[in-house]
């Protein structure tokens, strides 16, 4: 294979890495069912950038949902998820005032694999 081609390869592997941002989210009934929750919080951050999962933690001896609640973006090269996010903070989701905290050290970081969590395959 020539050099060229090899170095194009190279390039465009590390290209294929996906970078992430992480907040956290309090202030939700914790009572509420988890997928109705999901939803509005999926609608009301859709503004700042692709949603890659709501990740929901539960108490299963008393039955309800934990707090906070962590969403995970896809960002691209200068884009800010976590800022635009941060903006909503204090605004209302469905009779509820959301609280948007960013995750120190955890603002942007790349998949040093580049695994594919959904497809379960390495890239």
Not at 83 to 97: F, I, M, P, Q, R
Request: glycine share 8%; net charge positive; with cysteine.
């Amino acid at each position: 294979m020539e050099e060229s081609a090899v170095r194009g390869l190279e390039s465009k592997d590390t290209n294929n890495r996906k970078c992430f941002s992480k907040i956290s989210v309090e202030g939700y009934d914790t009572s509420v069912h988890e997928f109705p929750l999901k939803l509005a919080l999926a609608k009301h951050f859709a503004s700042c950038g692709k949603i890659v999962d709501i990740d929901v933690p539960r108490d299963f001896k008393k039955r309800i949902l934990k707090s906070p609640l962590f969403i995970i973006f896809h960002a691209k090269e200068g884009e800010s998820p976590v800022d635009k996010a941060l903006e909503l903070s204090g605004t209302d989701v469905g009779g509820w005032n959301v609280v948007v905290k960013s995750l120190p050290g955890q603002q942007m970081y790349r998949d040093p694999g580049g695994v594919d969590r959904f497809k379960g395959e390495r890239t």
